[in-house]
Every structure is written in C-alpha cells, then in structure tokens.
C-alpha cells in the first residue's frame, strides 16, 4: 500500500479518537483477490479463525476498495487425500511458506515515507511524528533483508519441479521458525511480535 497512490493523511485531525487519520484514494474500484491457505477456513466452525481475508478486507477498505471478490484455494495442508481432490481440477499442490522477503523497491518506499513525513502539519507531526519514524526505520531496514525475488522465485521453481514434488518446503531462511512462533504463541503474544518487529514496542 503506496501513499499518495493509494491513500493520504487527512489534512484536519480526526474529532472522534476511533476514526482513522487517512484517507482511501481507490474508491470505485474493484479487487479480485486469489488466496491460498492450508487450513479450511470459508465455513463451519473454523470460520470465526480465519485470520487471512478479514486482514485482507481491512487493508483494502482502508485504501477506499469496498467492492471485493475472493477466490480461495483451501485444504493444502490436508496431506495427500485434499491434493489429490486438487489435482482432479489440474491444480498440483507445494506449500512453500515464505520467510522474509526484499520487495524490490526499498528506495521507492523509503522517499515515500519521507515525502509523507515531510508533508506532516505541526499537529500531525506532534500526535503521529516519532512513531511513524520508528515504523519507517523498521519497515526500510525489513526491506533491505531476507531473500530477494528471483532467489525466491528459483527456490519456488525447483520445488515445484521436484518428482514427487514435496507437499512442503520453506523459501527463506526465516520461514520455518515463523511458521513455528505461529504455531505455539498466542494471539496475544503474536501482536507483541509483530509490534517489535516494527520498531513500536
């Protein structure tokens, strides 16, 4: 999510503490969004677990994107039985989780935090300054490490070209202890995380 492209700071400072301080530039538009998961999570029970598409839907009505279709591919990490109901459909299954990963764009991002930050009233500055900085520095030094794209597109590649293919492999070097953190932290313990991988613990 760009700024500027993609949404804006408001110019006046929220009356009410709960509403955002930025506003979506895409509105009108349409999104398709293909997502992949392990889990079955569209219906029954594990519904209310799903933690994928509501983030998804949050993170494009905040850009102003209400208008949203979701094609999902489920059941990867059923083993066996759930890729060969798959591979009826053509669809050959490798679960390749990803660790942390260069975007490609480093640079690009980094003036745009800065042009937003530059662009901040004297009131924004005061309630927002010192811990957008601390987000900026973090998700700049995030961009610049891990595994680039074409490293991590031949990794992708040669698993999926593998006879038997593996049903799971990691891409990064990271990747499996993330999936491990995920699997044994709470919720709770998950957000602590993520608030210090950004800088704002």
Do not use: C
């Not at 400072?13 to 293909?34: H, M």
């Not at 905040?62 to 459909?89: N, Q, S, W």
């Amino acid at each position: 999510m760009r700024a500027k492209p993609t949404w804006k700071l408001r110019e006046e400072i929220p009356q009410r503490p709960s509403s955002s301080p930025a506003v979506g530039l895409l509105e009108g538009k349409r999104a398709i969004v293909i997502e992949s998961r392990g889990g079955y999570y569209s219906e029954g029970a594990t519904k209310a677990l799903d933690s994928q598409e509501p983030h998804l839907r949050t993170l494009l009505g905040f850009v102003g994107i209400k208008d949203a279709t979701f094609i999902r591919v489920e059941k990867l990490a059923f083993g066996p039985e759930a890729r060969a109901e798959l591979k009826r459909f053509g669809i050959d299954v490798v679960v390749a989780p990803a660790g942390n990963m260069k975007t490609g764009g480093p640079a690009k991002t980094a003036a745009a935090l800065m042009q937003i930050a530059g662009g901040m009233t004297p009131e924004q500055r005061e309630l927002y300054g010192h811990t957008f900085e601390t987000f900026a520095t973090a998700l700049n030094g995030m961009q610049n490490s891990g595994l680039d794209s074409v490293a991590a597109a031949r990794r992708v590649i040669d698993l999926a070209e593998q006879v038997p293919a593996p049903s799971r492999a990691p891409v990064g070097p990271d990747a499996e202890e993330i999936l491990r953190l995920v699997r044994v932290k709470s919720d709770a313990e998950q957000d602590a995380l993520r608030l210090q991988l950004v800088g704002l613990s």
